[in-house]
């Protein structure tokens, strides 16, 4: 088993704490300098308050003037609003307002800031003439709004270059499978290419050679060769775009299943049914979907150890797709590894380099534009595989 897929899921668990940790720092640690800045707005609009406080009961000199310009009018960021024992508005602060609104509308606009106002912050009261209060309502300065929603913003950024980021390496990774794949299949048949012509030129030789007239040998010889030529276009169909045609699905199939009876045990028992017109085509490309075909149920007989039933059940989905389900009577597939039996290098048997799936699934997912998925499997019962395909 290749060590980075089977470690995929550990590493996806490590890299959310990881995220998790450094989110929980960066809020926290946000909400400190956020708490601290809260505070000294706080100590300033105190300031603000006092100042209003000592210009109404202090007598008329020059500590009034300094007042009013260095503290009262030096608050250019926290807005505040100053009003009557009976929220009747006398002034306001940073306040941004349209231009050319009326009294009324005005009034309106500051009234909603104030009740914005208490629902962040308890109003600061001032004492007045003649025993009455005035109040100053006040809330976070824009910068300490910004501040708060910092983190949140900066998450988000770093969610989203992450997402790139793991877009980015999957299509860089299954490019690079992809190249590992084709340049396998064009390989592999440029290789099978010289003993099959030199298979084809024995088998011409021993045809015309009275030596071997009515000899069974070449007729075995042919269905070898026939068998060769029929894997050489598979790895061919891989290595470049197959072309996909309109087949009768359900004769392609049973075509399959009568081919591979005949080569595996016969403990095993296989069956064909389908619930639509037997005229019914899908575009599917023969030799590579026999190839799916023959290793899903291979991979079946191994489940069953050589003794069990095949079913292969094909059903309509819809107007467009048409559905393969092949089930068996095997050991059944763990939940938790549904999905690892397509990954290369997957297996459970003691000899077997565990591509088969991996390869079934990438010539119906890619070349079929279809899916290929493990539909249901219950330990001990067996397993159902679905191919889609589309009419």
């Known amino acids: ?217 070449t007729a075995e010889l042919w269905k070898d060769i026939r068998r060769l030529e029929i894997i050489t276009e598979r790895f061919s169909n891989i290595g470049s775009v197959p072309l996909l045609r309109d087949e009768n699905i359900l004769q392609v199939t049973e075509n399959a299943i009568n081919y591979l009876q005949n080569r595996i045990s016969s403990k095993v028992d296989f069956t064909v049914v389908s619930n639509f017109a037997p005229e019914i085509t899908a575009k599917v490309n023969v030799p590579l979907f026999d190839w799916v075909i023959e290793n899903i149920c291979k991979n079946a007989v191994d489940a069953m150890e050589g003794r069990g039933s095949i079913k292969l059940q094909l059903s309509l989905l819809g107007k467009s797709q048409i559905a393969l389900d092949i089930s068996d009577t095997g050991k059944g597939i763990p939940k938790s590894k549904m999905d690892s039996v397509f990954l290369p290098g997957y297996t459970t048997k003691k000899r077997g380099w565990g591509l088969g799936l991996a390869l079934a699934k990438r010539i119906i997912d890619n070349y079929h534009r279809g899916r290929l998925y493990v539909k249901s499997s219950e330990i001990g019962k067996g397993s159902t595989f679905r191919i889609v395909l589309n009419r």
């Open 1 to 217: 088993m290749i060590p980075i897929y089977s470690q995929k899921n550990r590493i996806k668990f490590l890299v959310v704490i990881v995220a998790l940790f450094i989110g929980a720092v960066t809020i926290t640690y946000t909400n400190v300098l956020v708490s601290k800045l809260s505070e000294r707005e706080q100590e300033l609009v105190q300031l603000y308050a006092k100042g209003l406080r000592y210009m109404i009961n202090a007598p008329s000199d020059d500590n009034i003037v300094f007042i009013e310009e260095e503290i009262l009018s030096s608050n250019h960021t926290i807005p505040v609003i100053l009003t009557d024992e009976y929220e009747n508005i006398l002034d306001f602060k940073n306040i941004d307002l349209p231009e050319n609104i009326s009294e009324k509308r005005k009034n309106e606009l500051l009234q909603r800031e104030i009740a914005r106002m208490k629902a962040q912050h308890i109003p600061i009261v001032v004492p007045w003439a003649e025993g009455s209060e005035n109040y100053v309502f006040y809330k976070d300065s824009a910068l300490l709004s910004q501040l708060r929603y910092y983190p949140y913003v900066q998450l988000l950024v770093i969610a989203c270059f992450a997402l790139m980021a793991y877009f980015a390496f999957s299509y860089s990774r299954k490019a690079e499978q992809n190249r590992v794949w084709v340049g396998l299949a064009k390989e592999t048949a440029h290789q099978l290419g010289t003993p099959l012509s030199s298979l084809m030129a024995w088998y011409e030789y021993m045809k015309s050679s009275p030596k071997f007239e009515n000899e069974p040998i």
